[in-house]
T-cell receptor
Framework: KQEVTQIPAALSVPEGENLVLNCSFT??????LQWFRQDPGKGLTSLLL?????REQTSGRLNASLDKSSGRSTLYIAASQPGDSATYLC????????????FGEGTQLTVNP | GAGVSQSPSNKVTEKGKDVELRCDPI?????LYWYRQRLGQGLEFLIY????????KSGLPSDRFSAERTGESVSTLTIQRTQQEDSAVYLC??????????????FGEGSRLTVL
């Protein structure tokens, strides 16, 4: 059974800092990995998707890397802003068509002005 | 539609009543998922549809929960004889079938269910 762990559970940083969120998964036979953002009381917003054959994806100040063999992904946020405050979730999809995503518990990020 | 749409956004019901939650996926997305998120917890998979069939409904917590999808579009999640432990946000997501796209999931805003 796939298990996804995110560390740390919560993180508070001053504005402007670069930071790294970690995601690990127990079964390396994944199809892809997706990072989401969730604001309080809202649904999930897709940030980045990395296919199993890829090593990283970038979007603006966000960079996600994937080391499939070691079961790890990191989300790097550059020059953090108060608007980045949210819960960040990673999720992996198994190596079979149409299968469910398994989610981590998330990292709650607070960026202080 | 432009995004995944869910209704109602909020539902308060009494214990023992039945509720229906609706999801309109992104137009053309043949894969549809339901997840549940209890307060302060992670996302719990409920059921997956490919077209109108559900190849994976292993996450439905009890026989009080059922879901259907028609016209490869709208899906309805029904909870019968609601219990207080059913209180949660129910999230719907859709994606293109993997052979046609990356499999990226797009979520709706969720339906918040409160059972008194």
């Amino acid at each position: 059974k796939q298990e996804v762990t995110q560390i740390p559970a919560a993180l508070s940083v001053p504005e402007g800092e670069n930071l790294v969120l970690n995601c690990s998964f127990t079964d390396s036979a994944i199809y892809n990995l997706q990072w989401f953002r969730q604001d309080p009381g809202k649904g999930l917003t897709s940030l980045l998707l990395i296919q199993s054959s890829q090593r990283e994806q970038t979007s603006g100040r966000l960079n996600a890397s994937l080391d499939k063999s070691s079961g790890r992904s990191t989300l790097y946020i550059a020059a953090s802003q108060p608007g980045d405050s949210a819960t960040y979730l990673c999720a992996v999809r198994k190596e079979t068509s149409g299968s469910r995503l398994t989610f981590g518990e998330g990292t709650q990020l607070t960026v202080n002005p | 539609g432009a995004g995944v749409s869910q209704s109602p956004s909020n539902k308060v019901t009494e214990k023992g009543k039945d509720v229906e939650l609706r999801c309109d996926p992104i137009s053309g997305h043949t894969a549809l998922y339901w997840y549940r998120q209890r307060l302060g917890q992670g996302l719990e998979f409920l059921i997956y549809f490919q077209g109108n069939s559900a190849p994976d409904k292993s996450g439905l917590p009890s026989d009080r929960f059922s879901a259907e999808r028609t016209g490869e579009s709208v899906s309805t999640l029904t909870i019968q004889r609601t219990q207080q432990e059913d209180s949660a946000v129910y999230l719907c997501a859709s994606s293109l079938v993997l052979l046609a796209g990356t499999g990226e999931l797009f979520f709706g805003e969720g339906s918040r269910l409160t059972v008194l």
